[in-house]
DNA sequence: AAATCAGTTGCAAACGATTTGCAATTAAAT
DNA sequence: ATTTAATTGCAAATCGTTTGCAACTGATTT
């Protein structure tokens, strides 16, 4: 694993208040464990594991189970976003209000080091896959692997 | 779930003795259990989870434990390929020797129906990746999903 | 501020996919 | 037929994730 973070990311952390607003907005209620949780992600700019976010919580914060409810739940609400990296555990990362930034990743297949990918494939081979089988809706899961500079030996 | 295959595949049936040959070949045992989940692969165009395998199966013919370190085996022998279509569990579809094919699927999202899609994005964008971001050995992972004609209701 | 009530939490048990330890079995070579 | 390493069945173990439930707490109403 690596200790420096090669995420390039727009530094632009939500405001805390925007956030619990939107979970205020839904009947939901802002509970120490949630605020602790919203800290975390706002700090972090790439995706985490419930049990990464668990770890950099004090001791006694919050309950694993209570974090995997919480991320079920801002998902439902379009807070934070999903990502399956294919290692069996998800990953989640906090979604801007407007910020849609639909984009990838480039994995490393031996530290597990993530890289933003801001680049797709022309939206173009995607209609025509829609279209020439009928399906609506369409939309795709693209993810890199590869070895980084720094595991190639 | 839908009961016709919508798989338009090439239906060349690997020979059994091509596929046993190669487990032969690196020093493998052809078992009664793995040569009856060579002959379900074989009958079938698309990924097959281990569970659904073990289904097919004569009912005491073979430990669900077995399909699992068969399907391991035999990935690693290079004989099937893995795909992981994000439903939690893993599926599996017979390579051929020289056959390397690589092709995503357009899965729908609330009948599971697969559709083979033979088309990919350019090369040169994963080459433009991979070397932008000094990575090596870089592949990839795209499914598509949406709503199959016959769920759009 | 005290009462109220729906939404939440901690904890432990439940789950589903996949893996593993181990003694009994079996394919393949001698 | 004998020998031996590979393989299997079965049960228990893992791991990420979910859930039931009684105790708790944030937000709202008196
Ligand atoms: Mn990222
Ligand atoms: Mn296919
Ligand atoms: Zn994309
Ligand atoms: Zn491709």
Do not use: A, I
């Given at each position: 694993m690596k200790k420096t973070c090669a995420h390039k990311h727009a530094e632009k952390k939500q405001e805390l208040s925007s956030l619990t607003g939107r979970l205020r907005r839904e009947a939901h209620k802002i509970t120490s464990p949630r605020a602790a949780i919203l800290e975390i992600l706002r700090h972090h700019a790439h995706p985490l594991t419930n049990k990464e976010i668990f770890a950099e919580?004090?001791?006694?914060?919050?309950d694993l189970a209570t974090i995997y409810r919480a991320m079920q739940l801002m998902e439902e609400l379009g807070m934070v976003k999903r990502f399956d990296f294919g290692d069996g555990s998800a990953r989640f990362k906090l979604v801007g209000?407007?910020?849609?930034?639909?984009h990838h990743h480039l994995i490393c297949t031996r530290c597990a080091e993530v890289v933003e990918i801001g680049e797709c494939f022309p939206e173009e081979i995607e209609r025509r896959i829609a279209r020439a089988n009928g399906f609506t809706g369409v939309t795709h899961r693209l993810e890199f692997f590869g070895l980084c500079p720094g595991c190639q030996k």
């Open positions: 919580l004090p001791k006694g914060e919050c209000e407007g910020d849609e930034s639909h």
